[in-house]
Nanobody
Framework: QVQFVESGGGLVQPGGSLTLSCTTS????????MGWYRQAPGKHRELVAQ???????YYSDSVKGRFTISGDSAKNTVYLVMNSLKPEDTFVYYC?????????WGQGTQVTVSS
Protein backbone atom coordinates (compact mmCIF):
# COMPACT_ATOMS: atom_id res chain seq x y z
CA GLN A 1 0.00 0.00 0.00
CA VAL A 2 1.15 3.51 -0.85
CA GLN A 3 0.24 6.18 1.70
CA PHE A 4 -0.89 9.62 0.58
CA VAL A 5 -1.36 12.47 3.08
CA GLU A 6 -3.34 15.50 1.97
CA SER A 7 -3.10 18.91 3.62
CA GLY A 8 -3.74 22.58 2.98
CA GLY A 9 -7.51 22.72 2.96
CA GLY A 10 -9.55 25.22 4.87
CA LEU A 11 -12.13 27.96 4.66
CA VAL A 12 -11.71 30.58 1.95
CA GLN A 13 -13.90 33.33 0.52
CA PRO A 14 -15.19 33.13 -3.05
CA GLY A 15 -12.51 34.36 -5.43
CA GLY A 16 -9.75 33.37 -3.06
CA SER A 17 -6.96 30.84 -3.43
CA LEU A 18 -5.67 27.73 -1.68
CA THR A 19 -2.77 25.38 -2.32
CA LEU A 20 -3.24 21.71 -1.45
CA SER A 21 -0.31 19.37 -0.81
CA CYS A 22 -0.11 15.60 -1.18
CA THR A 23 2.89 13.87 0.37
CA THR A 24 3.62 10.35 -0.86
CA SER A 25 5.21 7.49 1.08
CA UNK A 26 7.27 6.43 -1.94
CA UNK A 27 9.40 8.30 -4.42
CA UNK A 28 7.22 10.45 -6.62
CA UNK A 29 9.41 9.49 -9.55
CA UNK A 30 8.40 5.85 -9.04
CA UNK A 31 4.74 6.71 -9.69
CA UNK A 32 3.73 6.82 -13.32
CA UNK A 33 0.88 9.29 -12.87
CA MET A 34 -0.86 11.13 -10.02
CA GLY A 35 -4.25 12.71 -9.73
CA TRP A 36 -6.29 15.01 -7.53
CA TYR A 37 -9.88 13.97 -6.86
CA ARG A 38 -12.78 15.47 -4.95
CA GLN A 39 -15.86 13.99 -3.33
CA ALA A 40 -19.06 15.13 -1.66
CA PRO A 41 -20.49 12.98 1.14
CA GLY A 42 -22.16 9.86 -0.24
CA LYS A 43 -20.97 10.58 -3.79
CA HIS A 44 -18.36 8.98 -6.02
CA ARG A 45 -15.02 10.69 -6.39
CA GLU A 46 -14.45 13.00 -9.33
CA LEU A 47 -11.08 13.36 -11.04
CA VAL A 48 -10.06 17.02 -11.00
CA ALA A 49 -6.54 16.96 -12.45
CA GLN A 50 -3.82 14.48 -13.36
CA UNK A 51 -0.05 14.80 -13.54
CA UNK A 52 2.08 12.64 -15.83
CA UNK A 53 5.89 12.79 -15.86
CA UNK A 54 6.02 16.27 -14.37
CA UNK A 55 3.39 17.94 -16.51
CA UNK A 56 -0.38 18.19 -16.23
CA UNK A 57 -2.20 15.87 -18.59
CA TYR A 58 -5.82 16.60 -17.68
CA TYR A 59 -8.10 19.11 -15.98
CA SER A 60 -11.82 18.69 -15.59
CA ASP A 61 -13.91 21.28 -17.39
CA SER A 62 -15.16 22.64 -14.08
CA VAL A 63 -11.66 23.66 -12.91
CA LYS A 64 -9.75 24.22 -16.16
CA GLY A 65 -8.06 27.61 -16.17
CA ARG A 66 -8.39 27.98 -12.40
CA PHE A 67 -6.48 25.00 -10.92
CA THR A 68 -2.89 23.92 -11.58
CA ILE A 69 -1.33 20.56 -10.66
CA SER A 70 2.42 20.17 -10.18
CA GLY A 71 4.93 17.88 -8.51
CA ASP A 72 8.17 18.29 -6.57
CA SER A 73 10.21 15.08 -6.70
CA ALA A 74 12.68 16.35 -4.08
CA LYS A 75 9.84 16.58 -1.56
CA ASN A 76 7.76 13.64 -2.86
CA THR A 77 4.85 16.05 -2.97
CA VAL A 78 2.12 16.84 -5.48
CA TYR A 79 0.41 20.23 -5.31
CA LEU A 80 -2.91 21.60 -6.44
CA VAL A 81 -2.98 25.39 -6.70
CA MET A 82 -6.59 26.54 -6.69
CA ASN A 83 -7.42 30.07 -7.80
CA SER A 84 -10.70 31.93 -8.27
CA LEU A 85 -12.45 29.52 -5.94
CA LYS A 86 -16.22 29.24 -6.07
CA PRO A 87 -18.72 27.83 -3.55
CA GLU A 88 -19.26 24.86 -5.88
CA ASP A 89 -15.62 23.89 -5.29
CA THR A 90 -16.56 22.87 -1.74
CA PHE A 91 -15.55 19.20 -1.43
CA VAL A 92 -13.16 16.90 0.35
CA TYR A 93 -10.08 16.70 -1.89
CA TYR A 94 -7.96 13.56 -2.22
CA CYS A 95 -4.84 12.52 -4.07
CA UNK A 96 -4.08 9.10 -5.48
CA UNK A 97 -2.36 7.50 -8.41
CA UNK A 98 -3.98 7.72 -11.80
CA UNK A 99 -5.73 5.40 -12.32
CA UNK A 100 -6.62 5.38 -8.61
CA UNK A 101 -6.09 2.34 -6.40
CA UNK A 102 -8.80 1.85 -3.80
CA UNK A 103 -6.36 0.82 -1.05
CA UNK A 104 -4.49 4.11 -1.31
CA TRP A 105 -7.28 6.57 -0.46
CA GLY A 106 -6.29 8.77 2.49
CA GLN A 107 -8.29 11.04 4.74
CA GLY A 108 -8.46 13.90 2.29
CA THR A 109 -8.55 17.59 3.12
CA GLN A 110 -11.69 19.70 3.35
CA VAL A 111 -12.03 22.78 1.17
CA THR A 112 -14.91 25.11 1.99
CA VAL A 113 -15.59 28.19 -0.13
CA SER A 114 -18.03 30.52 1.57
CA SER A 115 -18.55 34.18 2.33
Amino acid sequence: QVQFVESGGGLVQPGGSLTLSCTTSVSLESIRAMGWYRQAPGKHRELVAQLISGNAGYYSDSVKGRFTISGDSAKNTVYLVMNSLKPEDTFVYYCNTFPARDENWGQGTQVTVSS
